[in-house]
């Protein structure tokens, strides 16, 4: 891996690196937003496909390393219910072992996540550029599927990126 998914190696402290690389395997490989994400429930991993809910109710292709790793996370995630009497359904838990392990994640808390890792990984703003990783990221998953050879129809519906449908987005 390179690039930012290889940076999350060294993020500290360690509770925090398998729920980051799920996080940015979601937005890099599977081409998910932060929201997204944040509201996935572990329900919506359906083997090799995903259920998204978001704005658009959608099922995505997972690849292969997407399936790698969030059948990797699942035994974790299962542990970090099991501190909650009552476990939540989302797929992303907050594995902090403070008073709010187990809890769902959630946007303030993939934003917040998102944030110290850009600035681990040495992202600064340039002038004149947007430097959003979540939206850098979600961009290398449509460029992922559109290298791998599916129509642009099949990649806008599964990144629920309508814009791929106007003349021009290649420039």
């Given at each position: 891996m390179a690039g930012p998914l290889a940076a999350g190696r060294g993020v500290r402290p360690a509770h925090w690196r398998p729920l980051l690389k799920v996080l940015l395997v979601l937005l890099g490989e599977v081409g998910l937003t932060l929201k997204e994400a944040a509201a996935l429930w572990k329900d919506d991993l359906q083997?090799?496909?995903l259920l998204?809910?978001?704005e658009r109710l959608r099922?995505?292709?997972l690849t292969p390393l997407a399936q790698e790793v969030l059948e990797g996370w699942l035994p974790l995630r299962e542990y970090l219910a099991g501190h909650q009497p009552l476990p939540y359904p989302h797929l992303l838990l907050n594995p902090s072992p403070r008073k709010g392990r187990g809890r769902p994640l959630g946007l303030e808390g993939a934003k917040?996540?998102?944030k110290e890792f850009t600035l681990f990984a040495g992202y600064?703003?340039?002038e004149g550029r947007r430097t959003d990783?979540?939206?850098r990221l979600r961009w290398r998953a449509i460029r992922g599927y559109l290298k791998a050879g599916h129509p642009k129809e099949k990649v806008a519906y599964w990144t629920g990126m309508r814009t791929l449908m106007l003349r021009?987005?290649?420039e």
């Open positions: 083997g090799k496909r998204v809910r978001g099922e995505v292709p917040w996540l998102m600064e703003p340039r990783l979540a939206h021009g987005w290649e």
